[in-house]
């Protein structure tokens, strides 16, 4: 069975302060993983991919570790405009010449960043 | 600018009633997907077209049923609306042979099920 797993939170943090919260996925064959961002009452928007070697957005930082089976999100310097939700998704292969089968979200950290 | 449109925001049918709910894309994505998203349960995926005519069930197609006739367009059908659908169905769109795959998603239908 895929799973995607999630802490829900909310995870309540400071302004300023660093937050990171990861995500697990328990197809080992999973190859395609992303960071959405989903706002109170709003549709979700892709926030970054995350690649194997990790990579980096601004005060965003992603990574995977494939060993252990999980991504990561890290939001440095963290602003009141950050306090969303933040949804994975994992998908089991490339994706290319259609097909669902396996494309997973996980239900989401709460991140409410406190002033 | 990317756009994914749905036809209606808030929706209230009765039990029985055949619900459809449209949506709509500008980017000439060949994938479209539709998704209920419910509290503590996330998103979820009811149905997914990757052409014209072609549709694969998702994980709980249950009561649902889906009409791609034409590219932009990708229609959730609810022969028999029930209670327990009563949810946010969100549409979304991604372009088809890339392994970036970012779906765009409309603004969401929030339906209610009397």
């Known amino acids: 069975r895929k799973e995607v797993e999630q802490d829900p939170g909310p995870f309540n943090v400071p302004e300023g302060a660093t937050v990171a919260f990861n995500c697990t996925y328990s197809?080992?064959?999973?190859?395609?993983f992303f960071w959405y961002r989903q706002d109170c009452r709003k549709e979700p928007k892709l926030l970054m991919s995350v690649y194997s070697s990790g990579n980096e957005d601004g005060r965003f930082t992603a990574q995977l570790n494939r060993a252990s089976q999980y991504i990561s999100l890290l939001i440095r310097d963290s602003k009141l405009s950050d306090s969303a939700t933040y949804l994975c998704v994992v998908i089991p292969s490339a994706y290319s010449g259609g097909g669902a089968d396996g494309l997973t979200f996980g239900k989401g950290t709460h991140l409410i960043i406190q002033p | 600018d990317v756009k994914v449109t749905q036809s209606s925001r808030y929706l209230v049918k009765r039990t029985g009633e055949k619900v459809f709910l449209e949506c709509v894309q500008d980017?000439?994505?060949?994938?479209m997907f539709w998704y209920r998203q419910d509290p503590g349960l996330g998103l979820r995926l009811i149905y997914f077209s990757y052409d014209v005519k072609m549709k694969e069930k998702g994980d709980i197609p249950e009561g649902y049923s889906v009409s791609r006739e034409k590219k932009e367009r990708f229609s959730l059908i609810l022969e028999s609306a029930s209670t327990n659908q009563t949810s946010m169905y969100l549409c979304a769109s991604s372009q088809d042979g890339s392994s970036y795959n970012e779906q765009f998603f409309g603004p969401g239908t929030r339906l209610t099920v009397l």
């Open positions: 197809n080992s064959a999973s190859q395609s």
């Open positions: 980017m000439d994505h060949e994938n």
